[in-house]
């Protein structure tokens, strides 16, 4: 029954997503339907083709979509026999890969029926009211009080209120929670876009993560099951993630070698899980991740504990699959970050880099206490030196922006720390700018890259490491004479050449090591700006999803 071009009841279905199958248009959106069946999907079904052809063989051979979402639909629709827990359980027996489906039964109209397989799963309980969805800040507009599924977990959706039962329909108790955050967190609050209004929350992101962890000027990570004993039996640290929390681990790594004196290698989770790494018990495997669910980091947890060696994650979402299922947990208090494209989440990943290196250096008598006090209290101070380089360095950063929009490509380099953040810089302006941008050890440059400099050719040169400046800025004349319009980034007392620097964007000069924490406000604005000035969707940049819950 139609009302107003609407369709008229109490239940219903709908989905954004990120196409895995075929182009994103009309055709491929959701929900996807069988004859009796309606179905929204997050995630992706790895044997889509045999099943397929299963039903073709089957003579079901009418596909409307290029998607693996109808086929899942025309299964269930396959084996309907007016029981839908029995179906849903035979379907899913048959499905491989990682997903959750919502799913309507036209016979049953008022019931949504839904099932986690990997990807992550809520349903928020509203007072009359029930929601599904894959994350909190999607329904927290409606209620702050939710229930996570698990693996193989069905929930039931009707009248106002949500069962929950086991595959084989046992009737399951499930705790509530209730999210740390509200609408406002959730919502612009007067900024253009999310991204902008999280790159203004960092100063409190980070002193929200940091306080709790302080204790008489000393970090204490033991509320996150982090002991000195601990810190002191690693002999080599894995730090594996993917994108921008990836990047943290790269500060990390130059962080806890330089101060604490262990191993640290940092790895591409997709490639880690699948190199067969030589993990003993000695070892501590960090998987740090914004989501705590993405899906190749997720896997590195199983692989780690296989191989007997500890697991620590650094998250933002609390109970999210990573957390829960690794041995330690440090949970960063960034608040819900909308925007696809990753800043605050950074930021508060670097400040527990920093907080684990220290405690790690002074657990394993490479640093006094005295020294830890003063490097610490340095991090206490971050907060507003993350606030001043905000506030100074917008509208240059603005006018800079001005001067990418028409490249088509361009290089960031740095040496030691700055290398590992320019990484950052320049997946933060190609995600949302779609403008090709690498990064680069500055010293590596001449070794082949250095070709590729042509006049005009923006290069963004990181030069904070005071010990490393005349190198860099070599660098930076190098390429400069070779025709690059040069950007440098460097603290308000380096002494740069004006002749090697077109545009200078100076940040509070700190001790050399916490610069990562001022230096990567000024390459998230131009990467904002950049966006804006390109009139491109900021917040959510083509083919781009917030959490990858697929390979
Ligand atoms: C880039 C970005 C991504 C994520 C990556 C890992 O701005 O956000 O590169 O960092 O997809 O996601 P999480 O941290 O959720 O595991």
């Given at each position: 029954m139609e009302k107003e071009g609407k369709p008229q009841g109490h239940a219903g279905i709908g989905h954004t997503r990120w196409a895995t199958h075929g182009e994103p248009s009309d055709i491929n959106s959701h929900p996807h339907s069988g004859k009796r069946v309606s179905i929204v999907h997050n995630g992706i079904i790895e044997n889509y083709k045999q099943l397929k052809q299963f039903l073709i063989d089957n003579e079901r051979d009418e596909f409307l979509s290029d998607t693996d979402t109808e086929i899942v639909a025309q299964l269930l629709d396959f084996y309907y026999d007016g029981n839908p827990i029995r179906c849903i359980r035979k379907v899913l027996h048959e499905l491989r890969g990682s997903f959750a489906l919502g799913i309507v039964f036209a016979d049953h109209p008022e019931t949504v029926y839904a099932v986690r397989c990997e990807s992550p799963l809520i349903v928020g309980q509203g007072k009359g009211e029930v929601f599904l969805a894959s994350d909190v800040p999607a329904i927290i507009k409606y209620t702050k009080d939710y229930y996570l599924l698990e693996y193989g977990e069905i929930a039931v959706l009707k009248n106002g209120s949500v069962n929950f039962c086991t595959l084989h329909g046992q009737m399951i108790e499930k705790e509530l929670h209730t999210a740390d955050f509200d609408e406002?967190?959730?919502?612009?609050?007067?900024?253009?876009?999310?991204?902008?209004?999280?790159?203004?929350?960092?100063?409190?992101?980070?002193?929200?993560?940091?306080?709790?962890?302080?204790?008489?000027?000393?970090?204490?990570?033991?509320?996150?099951?982090?002991?000195?004993?601990?810190?002191?039996?690693?002999?080599?640290?894995?730090?594996?993630?993917?994108?921008?929390?990836?990047?943290?681990?790269?500060?990390?790594?130059?962080?806890?070698?330089?101060?604490?004196?262990?191993?640290?290698?940092?790895?591409?989770?997709?490639?880690?899980?699948?190199?067969?790494?030589?993990?003993?018990?000695?070892d501590l495997v960090i998987i740090i991740s914004q989501s705590g669910e993405t899906a190749d980091s997720k896997a590195v947890i199983g692989l780690a504990k296989e191989l007997g060696a500890k697991?620590?994650?650094?998250?933002?979402?609390?109970?999210?699959?990573?957390?829960?299922?690794?041995?330690?947990?440090?949970?960063?208090?960034?608040?819900?970050?909308?925007?696809?494209?990753?800043?605050?989440?950074?930021?508060v990943q670097l400040s527990v880099m920093y907080l684990l290196a220290f405690e790690m250096a002074y657990a394993k008598g490479k640093i006094s206490e005295e020294e830890c006090k003063r490097m610490t209290a340095d991090l206490v101070a971050m907060p507003e030196k993350i606030e001043q380089t905000i506030k100074n360095s917008a509208d240059i950063c603005k006018y800079v922006s001005t001067k990418l929009i028409a490249s088509e490509s361009l290089l960031y380099i740095g040496r030691g720390l700055d290398y590992a953040l320019s990484m950052e810089g320049s997946l933060k302006l190609k995600e949302i700018s779609y403008i090709h941008s690498e990064s680069y050890a500055a010293g590596e440059l001449k070794h082949g890259t250095i070709s590729l400099i042509h006049e005009g050719m923006p290069v963004i040169a990181v030069a904070t490491q005071n010990s490393l400046l005349e190198k860099t800025v070599s660098n930076i004349k190098e390429v400069k004479a070779r025709g690059a319009m040069t950007i440098v980034i460097c603290d308000d007392q380096a002494d740069i050449d004006r002749d090697a620097a077109d545009y200078l964007i100076r940040v509070p000069k700190l001790s050399e090591m916490l610069m990562p924490m001022v230096a990567t406000v000024p390459m998230q604005l131009l990467a904002y700006y950049t966006s804006v000035n390109k009139g491109n969707d900021v917040d959510k940049p083509r083919n781009l999803a917030k959490s990858v819950t697929v390979e």
């Open positions: 406002d967190s959730a919502e612009k609050g007067g900024y253009p876009h999310f991204m902008i209004k999280e790159i203004n929350e960092q100063p409190t992101a980070v002193k929200t993560t940091i306080t709790p962890r302080i204790e008489n000027g000393m970090p204490n990570l033991s509320e996150c099951g982090i002991t000195p004993e601990a810190l002191r039996s690693f002999k080599h640290i894995y730090i594996v993630a993917c994108g921008t929390a990836m990047h943290a681990g790269m500060v990390g790594k130059y962080v806890i070698e330089k101060l604490a004196r262990v191993h640290v290698t940092v790895d591409i989770a997709s490639e880690f899980r699948y190199r067969e790494p030589m993990l003993s018990e000695d697991t620590l994650a650094i998250v933002n979402v609390k109970g999210s699959s990573i957390a829960r299922e690794s041995d330690m947990v440090i949970y960063t208090h960034a608040g819900p970050e909308i925007a696809v494209a990753s800043t605050k989440a950074y930021m």
